[in-house]
């Protein structure tokens, strides 16, 4: 953590706010003015009720995410792709190293009430941790997983967790419930850029997340014991919240502004019983803004990797894919080589992912699928409205979906019509490119 943000201020691309700040609603106000400002990362030195700092907004930048997987001159996705094939044939213990002394100095053991208890939206039913990675083992087979779950701050013995049912640790805590048993589980709550990427990731239920962070990484994790379970958890985590999921045990949990902009109402969700809290003395508390780009670029970024494995693997011409302004649309970049190239996206794309894409758009090599305006472009000049856009109806899609808003999709052909490019080649400006401003404004 300390070494990232040593990076970014190098780059210019941290601010820091001096003077005290309320960790009820002004902390979150701060953050989102500063990300409409530009992209960077703001660390809050002064945080009313804790000695701790906070920091905010750090992977909320595509071309960030890019720089901590070390993309060089491949797209995000098919770097992201070669990471994870390269850790699914990881042998186990491969990964991983047991920590030495130096690497577990300066730990200190405390309790929750020690750590920033931040409010984030006007209606949420109190403090949450945002930012915060569980790590469990798969009951069965030991394999790592690593998963966001945001909880609330109930006391220094109780969080009360909501685990997506589609999601691995849900399924690992579902198990233990079924045997009577509790899930033991470590929250990491300040975690460097391959614990948070690797937590983002979904990989097969068989292969190790741990794995994952050590190929970003680039070298196995130093790892230490856990105190009071029988887990370890990186070393280079800045701060350990150990516990367990207790079986057959549901409180009321929420509300909470959720990742899609929205509230999500009070449920019976999982109790995460406290054990121990241990973190560096200089640690630094991550906080993150639900719904902002924190939040939702590194979601985009590894759900559109996987959209690109699974097209390419069925489709040719596959560019690149990028799911913006949130993982319920994907955006597929084609070199289109036949009539019908983009129905076929559709169908690979939509396969690929059962609970997001509920838009599908398919647009030439030359649009930017980063700036939807750019996409809207293509499709409003492009061709006609109608012929390029099939709905299909009642298909089910986000998991937690009662009354059925999320059902049915939407595919749009944003490409040029076949055989007619010419008509539609995008106008250029000779030499708009080389333009150096200072040449030329006053
Ligand atoms: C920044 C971020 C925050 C997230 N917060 C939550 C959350 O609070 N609850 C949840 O169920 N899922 C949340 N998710 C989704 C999943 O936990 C996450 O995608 C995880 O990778 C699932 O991994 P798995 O498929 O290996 O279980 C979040 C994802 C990201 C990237």
Not at 66 to 87: P, Q, S, V, Y
Not at 189 to 200: D, G, N, R, T, V
Not at 367 to 374: A, K, L, N, T
Request: hydrophobic content about 40%; aromatic content about 8%.
């Amino acid at each position: 953590m300390r070494d990232l943000l040593q990076q970014l201020e190098n780059r210019g691309e941290l601010r820091r706010v001096a003077k005290p700040v309320d960790p009820k609603h002004q902390l979150a106000a701060v953050t989102r003015a500063v990300q409409r400002a530009g992209g960077e990362a703001v660390l809050f030195e002064s945080v009313t009720g804790s000695t701790m700092p906070v920091i905010s907004n750090l992977f909320g930048d595509h071309g960030r995410l890019c720089r901590m997987i070390d993309t060089g001159d491949k797209t995000f996705c098919e770097r992201w792709i070669a990471l994870t094939e390269a850790c699914i044939t990881a042998p186990a213990g491969s990964f991983t190293r047991p920590a030495t002394a130096a690497e577990t100095a300066g730990l200190v053991s405390g309790t929750l009430s020690d750590l920033p208890a931040i409010t984030w939206h006007a209606r949420d039913g109190g403090p949450y941790f945002t930012s915060a990675i569980f790590l469990a083992n798969d009951p069965d087979t030991g394999v790592a997983n690593l998963s966001f779950h945001r909880s609330q701050q109930i006391s220094d013995a109780e969080l009360r967790v909501r685990l997506g049912s589609s999601h691995d640790l849900a399924r690992y805590q579902a198990r233990a419930e079924d045997k009577g048993e509790a899930l033991e589980a470590a929250l990491i709550l300040s975690a460097p850029p391959e614990i948070f990427l690797a937590a983002c990731a979904s990989l097969p239920i068989e292969a190790s997340e741990l794995a994952m962070a050590a190929q970003i990484r680039g070298e196995p994790l130093a790892m230490r014991r856990c105190e009071t379970i029988d887990l370890e958890v990186p070393a280079s985590a800045d701060i350990v919240v150990e516990g367990r999921f207790l079986p057959n045990i549901r409180r009321p949990e929420g509300p909470f502004g959720e990742f899609m902009g929205n509230y999500v109402e009070v449920g019976p969700n999982h109790v995460f019983e406290v054990t121990h809290v241990s973190y560096r003395k200089d640690a630094v508390f991550h906080g993150l803004l639900c719904g902002s780009p924190e939040d939702l670029r590194p979601l985009e970024a590894v759900t559109a990797a996987r959209v690109y494995r699974a097209v390419s693997a069925t489709v040719r011409g596959v560019i690149d894919v990028s799911c913006r302004p949130n993982v319920m649309i994907t955006i597929v970049k084609i070199k289109k080589a036949y009539e019908g190239h983009a129905q076929h996206v559709f169908l690979a794309a939509l396969a690929s992912h059962l609970d997001y894409n509920k838009v599908v758009i398919v647009v030439d090599e030359d649009v930017d699928i980063y700036d939807m305006d750019d996409v809207m472009w293509a499709y409003l000049t492009r061709g006609r409205a109608d012929t390029r856009a099939m709905i299909l109806n009642d298909i089910p899609g986000f998991y937690r979906d009662p009354k059925k808003d999320h059902w049915g999709r939407l595919c749009i052909d944003a490409t040029m019509p076949w055989g007619r490019e010419a008509e539609f080649a995008r106008k250029t400006i000779p030499g708009q490119d080389d333009i150096d401003l200072s040449d030329w404004l006053a």
